[in-house]
């Protein structure tokens, strides 16, 4: 049986029922607890739990990134809750330099079993502070897996994965999807790390999008359908591990690629799966691999000059036209 | 010899061992990086010895602590062998790390060791995460964070202070001061005190001569007791010092720190030295039963180093292990290969 529910009750059911099954998964964050983070994914959860285990810190990104890198490596199951993905800058030392490096260094004596939960996602008029999405920055990293959820039923599958996951695991949620709804089963379900969606199938050009680009992707193919093109979307779910298989598998197929992200566009996670696709795939292709991130700009304030940074359905399916039909294609 | 002497002379003996052990370490470790036999760089501990094996001698394999780059005392105060500790110094597969973290990120979790850390002030997140483990799990352990006064310029330290205070947690910041934040004399970069940095959370803080082992295990034990009885955190400031350079390289280092200072402190205030005297002028040892101990230790040190030069570097194939836990080969996973 499913049910329609939002991308934030999916994080808040997943989180519930793995506090539930499991006593050591803690909470840890700024406003975790009676106020429920101003997203208010997290409500009810201290109801149910306790201030023992839904843990409100001072606002020390560091610090409380910290304690829970100690506490996963004594027995702890934390689950980090990073209010805005802008704040990673603050935490890079203990995620990057401890956390990611903790088992490799000890020769696989130690682990942490860390949840750091984040958002990313720019039009909400939040500004240059508030808006960026980091992903590339931790995928870059050896030793921490990455998720990127693009509707409540992945949020839910992936978010209980990443908890019963050994290793530190960063999600970043689109923080302007939360109110988003999507089918979810009522029974039980983890989405394994690692597993490429085929979201659509297509036989001219794969369209493949992360988080909320899937959302881009999809509607891009809509539009590309109107005009009797045949679009094939593909959501990688997680970049650390990256299904290259599916991904590769659908390329191979359609024989035209354009990889949609909304990190900057420069050295991001466009560039890194393009270059896979190259790499891997590049006597199957009938045209250049195409990039579309986000504009490479601070985000600006403006609703006039924040959207103009965000690739849109519309600009994907003018590259995918184009690519289609043997138009050179000059990305952003 | 009094009753009480004698009870406690064993414990006596095995912090002057202790010691002994961890000088002839770093005396070895120190020659193998002389004789290029030693991959990289290592930082001594020589000089602070009582600081670490005062520390260690109040605490169980049960109880945590994390270490700093200048962390093979720490590593051997807490229970680790020489022998291992060298294959790891010179990356042999049979280290404590498999010879993937190096002099350091040593880390022993049987005897409670968390690791070492190269990132200055790095790891007091981590103790204070171990010691909310403690408390939430309803363990009984206490952690210590060793971090040197050079740490105390960082801010992540008040950051976790001020958690751990709030609420209430297991853990003894235990800072060894010797004098020098890398090159720099400690004076130059610490305004205040540093005691008072910790007392603005409401944490009781200590200073103890950290050349002194006897004073040291005191005031450890004792606060090692109250955190067990949940009256921590506790802060203890440490007077050391470093006999050699910030590093082993550091040999020409008398733009900060004079050659007449170094000799006063190896004269005057050499912990083994001293410990040494005061348990011959109790009769807890004789001089023949400390020179043997010394010896003993000696030989001991220099099998381990030799066991290390001939022991096996990790096989190739071993480079992608352990990135993951769970993951044999990270390379291949991280390309999306199920497992």
């Known amino acids: 049986m499913t049910r329609e529910i939002t991308l934030s009750q999916a994080v808040n059911e997943a989180i519930a029922e793995e506090m539930r099954r499991d ?310 | 010899m009094p009753r009480d002497k004698k009870a406690n002379a064993e414990a006596y003996l095995r912090m002057y061992r202790q010691m002994v052990r961890i000088r002839a370490f770093e005396d070895n470790a120190n020659q193998l990086y002389l004789n290029a036999k030693m991959p990289g760089l290592t930082h001594m501990y020589s000089g602070q010895e009582a600081v670490a094996v005062g520390i260690c001698e109040a605490l169980t394999d049960e109880d945590r602590i994390t270490s700093t780059h200048r962390g093979h005392g720490h590593c051997l105060a807490k229970g680790a062998e020489l022998k291992l500790m060298f294959c790891e110094l010179l990356g042999k597969e049979e280290g404590y790390c498999r010879g993937k973290g190096g002099s350091m990120h040593i880390a022993d979790q049987a005897h409670g060791n968390l690791g070492a850390n190269a990132i200055v002030g790095g790891s007091a997140g981590i103790a204070t995460g171990a010691a909310l483990s403690a408390k939430r799990l309803g363990r009984n352990y206490v952690t210590v964070c060793f971090f040197g006064d050079g740490a105390t310029a960082q801010g992540l330290w008040y950051e976790v202070m001020n958690m751990a205070a709030l609420w209430k947690l297991p853990v003894i910041y235990a800072c060894e001061n010797n004098g020098y934040s890398e090159y720099t004399p400690t004076d130059e970069v610490v305004a205040g005190s540093l005691t008072a940095r910790a007392e603005a959370f409401a944490i009781e803080a200590h200073q103890v001569d950290g050349q002194d082992v006897l004073a040291v295990n005191k005031c450890a034990t004792e606060l090692a007791e109250r955190c067990r009885r949940g009256e921590g955190p506790f802060f203890i400031e440490l007077e050391t010092y470093r006999y050699h350079g910030h590093h082993v390289g550091d040999i020409n280092r008398d733009y900060y720190r004079s050659k007449e200072e170094e000799a006063r402190w190896k004269a005057d205030r050499d912990p083994i030295i001293n410990f040494g005297r005061w348990l011959l002028s109790e009769g807890v040892a004789t001089k023949e039963e400390l020179a043997a101990i010394g010896s003993e230790i000696g030989d001991e040190a220099a099998a381990a180093v030799e066991y290390a030069l001939a022991a096996p570097y990790p096989d190739a194939i071993e480079v992608d292990m352990h990135v993951f836990k769970g993951v044999e080969h990270a390379l291949p996973y991280m390309s999306g290969a199920r497992q």
């Open chain 1, 23 to 332: 006593e050591t998964v803690i909470l840890v964050g700024e406003d975790v607890a009676e106020a429920g983070t101003p997203f208010k994914v997290l409500s009810g959860l201290v109801e149910e739990f306790g201030t023992d285990r839904v843990i409100d810190t001072p606002i020390a990104e560091p610090g409380f990134m910290g304690i829970a890198v100690g506490a996963a490596m004594t027995g702890l199951r934390p689950i980090v809750d990073l209010m805005f993905g802008d704040f990673l800058y603050l935490v890079m030392d203990q995620l990057c330099n401890q956390a990611a490096k903790t088992h490799y260094m000890s020769g696989g004596k130690l682990n942490v079993p860390l949840v750091l939960r984040t958002n990313l996602g720019a039009t909400r008029r939040s500004a240059a502070q508030h808006s960026q999405s980091l992903h590339a920055l931790v995928a870059h990293i050896p030793g921490l897996k990455v998720a990127m959820p693009s509707s409540a039923y992945e949020a839910k599958g992936l978010l209980k994965a990443a908890i019963r996951d050994d290793n530190p695991v960063v999600i970043f949620e689109d923080k302007l999807m939360y109110q988003d709804k999507a089918p979810v089963p009522e029974e039980e379900y983890l989405l394994p790390l690692g597993e490429a969606a085929i979201l659509r199938e297509g036989l001219e050009v794969t369209l493949i999008g992360t988080s909320s680009m899937r959302q881009v992707c999809e509607k891009a193919a809509e539009i590309l359908e109107a005009d009797g093109i045949s679009a094939e979307v593909v959501d990688p779910r997680t970049l650390v591990p990256l299904d290259e298989g599916t991904i590769l598998g659908s390329v191979r197929k359609t024989s035209r690629a354009i990889v949609v992200d909304e990190g900057h566009q420069n050295f991001g996670v466009t560039a890194e799966i393009a270059a896979r696709i190259s790499e891997k795939a590049f006597y199957h292709l009938d045209a250049p691999v195409i990039r579309m991130g986000a504009m490479d700009v601070p985000v600006p304030f403006s609703p006039a000059l924040e959207d103009l940074t965000v690739p849109t359905p519309e600009a994907v399916a003018a590259n995918a036209r184009a690519l289609v039909r043997g138009v050179p294609v000059h990305a952003l």
